[in-house]
């Protein structure tokens, strides 16, 4: 690379790796551009363990000039193998106009996942008016299809609606990388209204699966009116079973009564010996507090519920808990505090027994019983606090040896970026 007057150039720069080469070549300035770029890997299995063969390769280029540029490019897949399925081929493309200014830009699709065809069209621009422009979405692959219009206006309000169907999930899993599976017909529309946030939702299917996550016969109704300033939720969520982490719940429900004063809400799920219950409302202004009165989980002769009722309050990108106690048995574990820009959080666990985990996780085996707090602060990206452990008749369902069976545990001091603790064989 050099420099060269009002830009820079470079030279057939190169760089060749194990798998992978790059080619960059061409010259910009403010008044012109003709910069190309060319990235190929041969063997995708080396980036991915689920992807067991194929190639890729990015061609770009850059033109119109820095001061307007303009990028055109393709990005293509070849014989491509990704969990267990065939891309035998896909392209995706790329036009952009005036990239740092007003954008036009269009992407395409072709080409096949697993025999079935792929093609889809989508437009972004940046209109003089300001906001942006989301239109002529239209992604087909196999069975599955995308389509929409979304406009977002100046004021960050949107309008229009986007819509998800297929019968067959699975048809986008070598593309994901994740099993999917099952039907879903969804469907999001946006309004802007005297000068708020409208949406509503819907979505049912008969069985949707996304990894070890299965939901059957679901359907959800929900409309939102004044969604960022003062909410009003209407609708129901439902779903016949849920099935997580190896344990299902069934006859899930959510309801939600909304009107300008509050939108009242009911939660409730049962399952293999497993309940759970909530109720609450949402209760608009300045700032939204969410205001549960009850909250409670229970499985055989264990629950853990609120103690008392309590306020979630959400306000300028920030979170405060108010009152928030649960008991457990004889123990209860209390917080509160803010968790925004800055965490200032406070955790005081009293005489909390471990085999409250079982209503979570059954057949988990801790017994024991825990006392501690903690002072919380920093960033979510960079936490720090002091804290204060002390576990008394630790057991765990392990066979150890027999001084080990029951212990104590006792830690203090600052907060660790991860804590890791272990029992003797």
Request: glycine share 12%.
């Amino acid at each position: 690379m050099r420099r060269i007057p009002n830009g820079f150039a470079f030279d057939d720069l190169r760089v060749d790796g194990a798998h992978l080469d790059a080619r960059i070549d061409g010259r910009a300035t403010q008044s012109a551009a003709d910069l190309g770029l060319s990235v190929t890997i041969d063997e995708l299995r080396r980036v991915d363990e689920r992807v067991s063969s194929g190639r890729a390769a990015v061609t770009a280029r850059l033109s119109g000039s820095l001061e307007r540029p303009d990028v055109t490019g393709t990005a293509t897949l070849t014989d491509v193998r990704a969990l267990s399925r065939a891309i035998p081929r896909l392209v995706i493309g790329l036009d952009a106009k005036d990239v740092t200014g007003a954008l036009d830009a269009s992407l395409t699709l072709d080409g096949q996942v697993s025999g079935k065809p792929a093609t889809g069209t989508l437009h972004l621009a940046k209109p003089p008016e300001g906001g942006w422009l989301l239109d002529r979405l239209d992604v087909d692959i196999g069975s599955v299809a995308l389509d929409g219009n979304i406009r977002l206006g100046p004021d960050l309000l949107a309008q229009g609606e986007i819509s998800l169907s297929g019968s067959n999930f699975d048809d986008l899993s070598p593309l994901v990388l994740t099993k999917l599976d099952g039907a879903l017909d969804a469907r999001i529309s946006l309004t802007a209204r005297n000068g708020g946030q409208d949406a509503t939702v819907t979505a049912n299917g008969s069985r949707f699966a996304v990894a070890d996550v299965t939901v059957r016969d679901f359907d959800t109704r929900l409309a939102v009116s004044d969604l960022y300033r003062r909410p009003v939720i209407d609708g129901t969520v439902t779903a016949d079973a849920v099935t997580a982490a190896g344990q299902t719940y069934r006859t899930v429900r959510l309801v939600a009564e909304g009107t300008p004063e509050a939108s009242r809400f009911t939660a409730s799920a049962v399952g293999q010996g497993f309940n759970l219950d909530a109720q609450g409302r949402v209760v608009p202004g300045d700032a939204t507090r969410i205001e549960l009165a009850t909250f409670s989980a229970r499985r055989g002769g264990r629950r853990l519920a609120l103690a008392q009722p309590a306020t979630i309050t959400l306000q300028g990108g920030a979170v405060t808990l108010s009152g928030v106690v649960i008991a457990a048995d004889q123990g209860r574990v209390a917080l509160s505090g803010t968790v925004g820009d800055r965490l200032d959080l406070s955790v005081d666990i009293r005489n909390l027994p471990l085999q409250a985990a079982e209503i979570v996780v059954p057949g988990l085996g801790l017994a024991g019983t825990v006392n501690g707090n903690a002072a919380i602060g920093g960033t979510l990206d960079n936490p720090g606090g002091t804290y204060r452990l002390n576990v008394s008749g630790l057991a765990t369902p392990r066979p150890v040896r027999p001084a080990c069976r029951r212990s104590a545990l006792r830690r203090k001091g600052a907060l660790p970026t991860s804590v890791q603790a272990s029992m003797p064989a």
